[in-house]
């Protein structure tokens, strides 16, 4: 039988957000994604695309089920140990970029590099913030930059520590159509080329076609 591999596997995980109404924002659902494969998440405003990516990049905690890992199980790890793991192997492009203000591009990029107690190669910074064209930005604060400059910083800091599963919440949200090619065609490079794992959420479909396997969710609930 073959003894299939997974890099990020969720076993039966819901989410519930509580308040008056309770949102059943993901119900029940599992998943997995194998080494150098390009996903992409489609599906409406609201369905659950978010709260799907947060959950698999263990920067939310699902109410019930399992998340492995490259075969281990994070569910159970404590809090420090779960920041490490998520550090070195996970690499996350927020939906709202979540830059430091009073970071520059360089420093955002470089931050999660020197959390984890490294130096950067600033040569392969640069030439990777070329590569999105945003090294004009260089050492402007997110102020002083565009939308589209702030989501290619964002990118540009989730590829810098060359982690091995990359999750992007619409990574080309806010970019024109020729910067949204760029970083798709990056990202797609990523998991060809490096075998990197490549989750995408998207509500584009010139975007989704970049992936090799698309997911659809509606109303929390998942289906391919
Ligand atoms: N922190 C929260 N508290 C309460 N409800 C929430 C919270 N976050 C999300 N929700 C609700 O859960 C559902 C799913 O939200 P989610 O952000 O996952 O959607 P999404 O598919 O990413 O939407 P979009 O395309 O607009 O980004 C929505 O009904 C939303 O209102
Ligand atoms: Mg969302």
Redesign the pocket.
């Known amino acids: 039988m073959e003894n299939r591999k997974y890099v990020l596997e969720a076993k039966g995980i819901s989410r519930t957000?509580k308040?008056e109404v309770p949102?059943h924002?993901l119900k029940e659902t599992n998943i997995a994604f194998r080494e150098g494969e390009f996903a992409a998440i489609v599906?409406k405003?609201?369905?659950?695309?978010?709260?799907l990516l947060r959950i698999l990049a263990t920067l939310d905690v699902s109410d019930t089920g399992e998340l492995y890992i490259e075969g281990e199980n994070v569910t159970a790890l404590n809090d420090a140990l779960l920041a490490r793991f998520r550090r070195r192997r996970i690499g996350f492009i927020y939906?709202d970029y979540n830059l430091f203000p009073e970071y520059t591009a360089y420093e955002n990029v470089v931050f999660p590099i020197h959390l984890d107690g490294r130096t950067e190669d600033r040569a392969a910074i640069e030439a990777l913030m070329d590569k999105l064209g945003i090294l004009h930005c260089r050492d402007k604060f997110p102020h002083e930059m565009s939308g589209g400059e702030q989501q290619k910083t964002s990118v540009a800091r989730a590829l810098a520590t060359e982690p091995a599963i990359i999750l992007a919440d619409e990574p080309t949200g806010n970019l024109d159509s020729e910067s949204a090619r760029n970083v798709a065609e990056l990202l797609s490079f990523c998991s060809k080329e490096y075998r990197r794992t490549i989750v995408m959420v998207t509500h584009d479909q010139s975007m989704a076609d970049y992936a090799e396997r698309i997911i659809r969710i509606a109303d929390g609930v998942v289906s391919e």
């Open positions: 957000y308040g949102v924002a599906g405003s609201g369905s659950g695309k978010s709260t939906q």
